[in-house]
């Protein structure tokens, strides 16, 4: 049972444009979400998180949204730039183990 | 400060065969988690060793092992392969347990198995 889910595998972006990477979650006793970005050869690189307890967190050009009444998450990145073309993890923590979607398949178009 | 380092980066094996994985974490880091990742599949949990002591186990069979070391190591082991195995295995490494403080996970580059 996927208890996080991202349901859409890919998403294409002009330069420039805002990436909307969105994830939603079935659980809720989650109380801590994160964001990771992975390469193709290379293990998920941490980007950035959000407590239960708030609903937006910022850093650079990446926002993280949180909508706890809706289980929605989502990942802002503006504006978005051609290396940041990767997949894109949600993850979620129950206080006991951390719990990823499937992925979301980010290109940016030059 | 060195990231997570898993060994080898790739290994082919055919089925049957046994293999084990290494990790090492960030050093000051107890907490080791295992995933499989494979397509369409994201990032499936297999077990957490925190203080040498498996802290938690997700859902695979009991050909998949592990176990920590006093510095803190990892191994995982699968043994019986079968083709389905065929994943790339991520290591993560955190100072506390998982989720615990809602500590962050830092993952090494995965080691990719191939199964013929």
């Known amino acids: 049972d996927q208890q996080v889910k991202q349901n859409s595998p890919s998403l294409s972006v002009q330069e420039g444009r805002i990436s909307i990477l969105n994830c939603d979650y079935t659980?809720?006793?989650?109380?801590?979400f994160l964001w990771y970005k992975k390469y193709p050869a290379e293990g998920p690189t941490f980007l950035i998180s959000?407590?239960?307890?708030?609903d937006k967190n910022e850093d650079g050009r990446f926002t993280v949204f949180l909508n706890k009444s809706a289980k929605h998450l989502s990942l802002h990145i503006v504006p978005s730039q051609p290396g940041d073309s990767a997949v894109y993890f949600c993850a979620a923590s129950d206080g006991n183990q951390f719990y990823f979607g499937t992925g979301t398949s980010l290109t940016v178009i030059p | 400060k060195a990231g997570v380092t898993q060994t080898p980066r790739y290994l082919i094996k055919t089925r049957g065969q046994q293999v084990t994985l290494s990790c090492s974490p960030i050093s000051g880091h107890r907490s080791v988690s295992w995933y499989q990742q494979t397509p369409g599949q994201g990032l499936q949990f297999l077990f957490e060793?925190?203080?040498?002591?498996?802290?938690n186990k997700g859902n695979f069979p009991g050909r998949f092992s592990g176990r920590q070391f006093s510095n803190s190591r990892s191994e995982m082991n699968v043994s019986t392969l079968e083709l389905g195995d065929s994943a790339l295995y991520l290591c993560?490494?955190?100072?506390?347990?998982?989720?615990?403080?809602?500590?962050?996970?830092?993952f090494g580059p995965g080691t990719r198995l191939l199964v013929l």
């Open positions: 959000i407590s239960s307890i708030k």
């Open positions: 659980n809720s006793m989650f109380d801590y």
């Open positions: 060793y925190f203080s040498e002591t498996q802290r």
């Open positions: 993560a490494s955190s100072l506390v347990a998982s989720g615990e403080y809602q500590e962050t996970q830092y």
